[in-house]
């Protein structure tokens, strides 16, 4: 008789699908400490823990390439909304945004003021600090860090909106270069938000090229999504080529009606670039409204000028509010298409679309966005519906488009007073229920493939995102029938069902549908 085998966790007669895009298969899977030693027909093995998953999905876990976990990991280390998608790893610092690049001075108030209710002190003192801290405390998820390019700039040259100099240049060149030194993965920008905004493209060319000496990627939130859409991917476009270096396109679509349909132009560019030579991929969420700042969504550019301080004199000034107001009525936004979401100092006010609040104040939409703006120190989140339901279609079917949620970590009864995105407890959930399992716009291979392989990829993760001997065992199992997302834009605070066990470096983060309470998740430095 063949020796008896032993291993760890044994999960047997699963659906194996191995992250690369290959149908399921029925097998066994073998784990010891963190790694999978096996798969396949595994009669003769045994295990301290062996559990029976017949009739369950098995695949690698997913990876979220487009998060901003990194603004609720210090204070929700667990991220319990995260792991119940089936999520074991998490890729922070996106849309040029990085927490580990801030620090106490009045400088970096806003994210102070966006940290520190929830008893987060910025007491590290570098990028690599940071992530020395997060490594201390013990993650639910895995989690991979990125530098930010806003962070960068407003560290060096404030709220200043003009080309840098050759110092300021140098200096910001010196911040990325720490960050890559640290582990960081890859250099984004958010180019719709200043102070990312105020940069011109050879500033963020010059920036990508050190990304590119450290074998990194640049991840954008374009210049414009809606009106100029064309053009900013063809900027985008232009820093990756001229800066030599990969692309990632975020959370694609085309908002404004008058824009949907953009995307078929968009992903010919991307075809014809990739075929030219560029490595460029893009990732999507699917949900037809997106969640920013009141002050973007709203307001005209040139009132986003300056540091919030001099957004708050102009929502204070007569004569600047008659002008804020006059330029967006003659905008013609659609107000019943905007819901307030977290909103600290006005709660009455959260889940109401902007025209339903604005009449509850009794006043016309316009002055009551100036007041709820500068009631909330200049930043409020709202959710806006004007994305087509085709459009994500189309992005998502794209062979180069990955699943990612643009969210943040949460839970239902720490943070029940905000009022998140639901993308950020159903994503991954949703897109199996709904475009695999409901309408078949995917087949479930392809779908894991989307959530797996592809976003390993472009993070050369080459050991996670995919199920196979010697990988790590980052592992989801779920009920193909039940998964489900439960959270919506009026009851967001609701955990996703059909995830039965999640397996983060080899322990169980969830068993049997609950959580474990374990944080096995590590923060994964570039190389």
Not at 281 to 299: E, G, I, M, N, R
Not at 464 to 477: C, N, S, T
Request: charge should be negative; charged fraction near 20%.
């Amino acid at each position: 008789m063949p020796e008896e085998q032993r291993c760890d966790i044994l999960l047997r007669g699963g659906t194996v699908f191995d992250g690369l895009g290959n149908p399921g298969f029925c097998a066994d899977v073998a784990i010891t400490d963190e790694r999978v030693v096996a798969i396949g027909e595994l009669e003769g093995w045994r295990a301290g823990i062996e559990l029976s998953v017949e009739g369950l999905c098995v695949a690698p876990g997913f990876i979220d390439i487009h998060t901003h976990a990194d603004f609720s990991l210090n204070h929700h280390p667990e991220q319990l909304s995260v792991l119940f998608q089936g999520v074991t790893t998490q890729v922070g610092g996106n849309c040029g945004f990085a927490v580990g690049q801030i620090d106490d001075t009045p400088l970096f108030r806003q994210e102070q003021r966006w940290l520190k209710p929830y008893g987060v002190s910025i007491n590290w003192r570098s990028f690599d600090e940071y992530l020395h801290q997060l490594d201390e405390l013990g993650l639910g998820a895995n989690y991979v860090p990125q530098c930010g390019h806003g962070t960068a700039r407003k560290k060096v040259m404030g709220y200043e909106k003009r080309p840098p100099t050759p110092t300021e240049l140098d200096a910001m060149r010196h911040e990325i270069a720490l960050c890559f030194e640290a582990g960081a993965v890859a250099f984004t920008t958010g180019l719709e938000y200043p102070p990312n905004s105020f940069a011109e493209t050879d500033e963020i060319i010059a920036l990508a090229k050190v990304a590119a000496q450290y074998g990194g990627f640049y991840a954008t939130h374009l210049r414009s999504e809606g009106d100029y859409l064309i053009e900013s991917v063809q900027e985008a476009l232009r820093i990756a080529h001229e800066a030599g270096l990969p692309l990632q396109l975020a959370h694609h679509k085309a908002e404004g009606r008058h824009n949907w349909g953009k995307v078929h132009q968009t992903l010919q560019m991307v075809s014809e670039a990739v075929a030219q030579g560029l490595d460029v991929t893009l990732d999507v969420y699917p949900y037809t409204a997106y969640q920013t700042s009141l002050a973007v969504a709203s307001l005209p550019s040139w009132a986003l000028d300056g540091d919030p301080d001099t957004l708050l004199a102009r929502l204070r000034d007569p004569h600047e509010r008659e002008r804020l107001i006059h330029a967006m009525r003659e905008a013609q936004p659609d107000w019943h298409s905007t819901v307030i979401g977290s909103t600290p100092h006005n709660r009455d006010y959260q889940g109401l679309t902007l025209a339903d609040a604005a009449r509850l104040a009794g006043k016309d939409p316009e002055p009551f966005v100036l007041d709820l703006l500068l009631d909330a120190g200049g930043h409020v989140g709202v959710a806006w519906f004007n994305m087509a339901e085709d459009d994500l279609r189309t992005v998502l079917q794209y062979p180069l488009t990955m699943v990612a949620s643009d969210g943040v970590g949460t839970e239902p009864s720490k943070y029940a007073a905000e009022r998140p995105h639901p993308r950020s407890y159903g994503t991954f959930p949703r897109v199996l229920a709904q475009y695999v399992r409901q309408e078949g716009l995917l087949s479930l291979e392809e779908a894991i493939f989307k959530m797996t392989g592809l976003p390993a990829a472009r993070l050369r993760l080459t050991d996670r995102g995919v199920l196979q001997e010697g990988a790590y065992a980052d592992i989801v199992v779920f009920d193909f029938g039940a998964i489900q997302d439960l959270a919506d834009f009026q009851n967001p605070h609701r955990l996703a069902q059909g995830v039965v066990h999640l397996l983060v470096n080899g322990r169980f983060a969830i068993r049997d549908g609950a959580y474990t309470g374990t944080r096995a998740g590590r923060v994964l430095r570039r190389g």
